[in-house]
């Protein structure tokens, strides 16, 4: 029994337990067939406002977030953390303290990870990730209900393999969401880019007891063996710009190529957060090609969203 998840933060996911995060995908099921059948605005958030501050550049998740606002019947605004007076100085707790007063709930986008928890602990309303250095809750959220469309809604049976930085904001998500729902995760990258020491304990505090495995490989040709889904993601995270030429050619063997498809199952689907860079971690014939469940996922943003909006906002 799922009770109301009104007023719960978005972090991490590992504030939800693996029933609750149940209940949220299959919200988002519901809420696409409901807009796939034509039923464009679903008001159970009327009057309603979220504040977006993103301190990053931003497409899907900007996008997603404010069209799924005004299809629940609410509204959102998008504020640039360079024009908010937190960029002279005044503090994200007295920021948080007064953006509780005027909205429902705030989405930020952050550098640092612990900006979102000193938000959270001093806003009175939700306050949901919106990607920071160490997660991606939302992506996480939307990319398990994209694998449970395309595959099976028991992603323990899946070979699940990440390709890539293996200190991914991305796959730090993916590796709780599927751990949480009692899965197994695959991870090829090359020496010093291994998950963060802390996602690695979150792993084990909230993932593992629900039979949450992760695994290293480092020969991507034998991790991806027998995959039904291989993720990739950047090399250069926003905020890396610096390392670009260290990560490129440390992460030259962990490219995304047709060869290295050929040995997933025939059937596997190829995923990607977005925004690619095409020709680094993946070859145009892998993202266009008859893999890519890229462009649904881009969409299940949405979906995923507004069932998690439509649930946590008071
Ligand atoms: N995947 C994702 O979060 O994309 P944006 O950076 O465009 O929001
Ligand atoms: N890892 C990427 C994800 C972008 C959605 C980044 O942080 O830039």
């Known amino acids: 029994m799922v009770t109301s998840l009104k007023g719960r933060d978005v972090l991490t996911l590992t504030e939800f337990s693996r029933e609750e995060l149940l209940f949220i995908i299959d919200t988002a099921f519901n809420f696409k067939q409901r807009y796939l059948a034509g039923e464009r605005v679903i008001p159970v958030l009327a009057g309603r406002h979220l504040a977006m501050i993103f301190e990053k550049p931003s497409t899907r998740t900007r996008i997603s977030f404010e069209t799924a606002m005004r299809e629940l019947g609410g509204d959102a605004l998008y504020l640039s953390a360079s024009e908010l007076q937190l960029a002279r100085g005044e503090t994200i707790e007295d920021t948080a303290r007064v953006l509780s007063r005027y909205v429902d709930g705030i989405m930020a986008r952050v550098y640092e990870h612990w900006k979102l928890e000193r938000l959270a602990e001093y806003s009175r309303v939700p306050v949901i990730n919106g990607l920071s250095d160490l997660h991606h809750p939302c992506q996480a959220l939307s990319d398990v209900f994209t694998i449970m469309e395309k595959k099976t809604r028991d992603v323990s049976k899946l070979k699940i393999v990440f390709i890539g930085d293996g200190g991914d904001n991305v796959l730090h998500s993916l590796m709780l969401a599927v751990g949480l729902l009692g899965g197994r995760i695959t991870i090829s990258s090359p020496r010093g880019y291994e998950p963060h020491p802390s996602v690695v304990k979150l792993f084990e505090e909230y993932a593992a007891p629900n039979g949450g495995v992760f695994e290293i490989e480092r020969d991507p040709y ?13 090399w250069v995270s926003m905020g890396q710009e610096k390392e670009r030429e260290k990560r490129a050619r440390d992460l030259e063997p962990y490219r995304v190529t047709v060869d290295l498809m050929m040995r997933a199952k025939p059937d596997a689907v ?29 969409e299940n943003r949405k979906h995923a969203q507004k069932a998690l909006l439509a649930l946590i906002i008071p």
């Open 222 to 234: 034998k991790a991806i063996e027998g995959a039904d889904v291989v993720y990739t993601d950047v």
């Open 270 to 298: 190829f995923m990607h957060c977005l925004p690619a860079k095409r020709g680094e971690e993946v070859v145009n014939e892998v993202i266009d090609g008859k893999w890519s469940v890229v462009w649904d996922q881009a």
